[in-house]
């Protein structure tokens, strides 16, 4: 069984920054691609960044030249660096793990979410 468990979320004013981390867990070969994601009250999840195993990034929009996403493939890890942060991007933040290799299947795993929350 695979799990993501991640860490880093909290209070902060705007113009801080957080560090969000998730570390998956488990039997795993690798893992294809890392990401994270948020939903805010009332809306949608929305896709935040992504990142693969070869170092291949994506990023929102709305968090471009703001968030750095990152990973230590040898630590399953994924971080997310968020710095001038803004009340929009309060929201419950979610890691992603797809294509992840086990002995059995391929997966595609979520954490728990983890609460950032932004005040002006």
């Known amino acids: 069984q695979v799990q993501l468990v991640e860490s880093g979320g909290g209070l902060v004013q705007a113009g801080g920054s957080l560090r969000l981390s998730c570390a998956a867990s488990?039997?795993?070969?690798?893992?294809?691609?890392m990401g994270w994601y948020r939903q805010a009250p009332g809306k949608q999840r929305e896709l935040v960044a992504t990142?693969?195993?070869?170092?291949?990034?994506n990023y929102a929009d709305s968090v471009k030249g703001r968030f750095t996403i990152s990973r230590d493939n040898a630590k399953n890890t994924v971080y997310l660096q968020m710095n001038s942060l803004k009340p929009e991007d309060t929201a419950v933040y979610y890691c992603?793990?797809?294509?992840?290799?086990?002995?059995?299947?391929?997966?595609?795993?979520w954490g728990q979410g983890t609460l950032v929350t932004v005040s002006s």
């Open positions: 990142i693969t195993s070869g170092g291949n990034t």
């Open positions: 992603n793990a797809d294509g992840v290799r086990t002995p059995y299947r391929y997966l595609e795993v």
């Open positions: 488990g039997i795993i070969f690798s893992i294809n691609a």
